[in-house]
């Protein structure tokens, strides 16, 4: 966790001494900061990619499923703890809040063009955004690599069943 980890054992970690941290980073608070948010970057311009695309709006949606799913399990695993992690800062709590609202921005603009082509009410649309990520926030607490499907396979499959709220007024 985030109390657990000092700038001695982040060193160790990295084959670094303490002191070469603090070279770069001024305190445990910026160094964590600086990882996610250099993590988040990363992730938002393959998200953003992916939403500006010359697709229909339903399809973009659903590769945005797809990708988080991608995403969440196996490039950015550990930075999908760091993400959704508590930590007992205010300013750096402030900072992650910020940082998921932009991310989910991604998807709930895309959501609601889906949702307003099909018929769906906005504020439906917001909401279904909001199980959805947090269904692929929890891929790697049930999906086995050793199963009967890919990764590749399941997000697809996932993805597909997460898109139906955008798609269907009833």
Do not use: K
């Not at 709006?57 to 590769?63: C, D, I, Q, Y």
């Not at 891929?139 to 086995?144: A, E, K, T």
Request: avoid cysteine.
């Amino acid at each position: 966790g985030y109390e657990g980890a000092g700038f001695d054992e982040i060193g160790a970690r990295l084959d670094l001494r303490g002191p070469s941290l603090h070279h770069s980073y001024s305190s445990q608070e910026e160094l964590f900061l600086r990882t996610v948010e250099n993590g988040h970057a990363e992730v938002l311009d393959r998200l953003r990619a992916i939403a500006a695309r010359d697709l229909p709006a339903g399809e973009r949606l659903r590769l945005l499923f797809v990708e988080q799913a991608i995403i969440e399990f196996r490039d950015f695993r550990a930075f999908a703890s760091l993400f959704l992690m508590s930590v007992p800062v205010p300013a750096i709590a402030s900072r992650l809040a910020e940082l998921r609202r932009e991310h989910g921005q991604v998807f709930r603009s895309l959501a609601r063009e889906v949702a307003e082509q099909h018929g769906v009410p906005p504020r439906r649309a917001s909401i279904a955004v909001l199980p959805a990520l947090g269904a692929l926030g929890n891929l790697h607490s049930w999906y086995r690599p050793d199963g009967p499907l890919s990764l590749d396979q399941i997000a697809t499959e996932v993805a597909d069943v997460l898109l139906q709220p955008f798609l269907t007024a009833g």
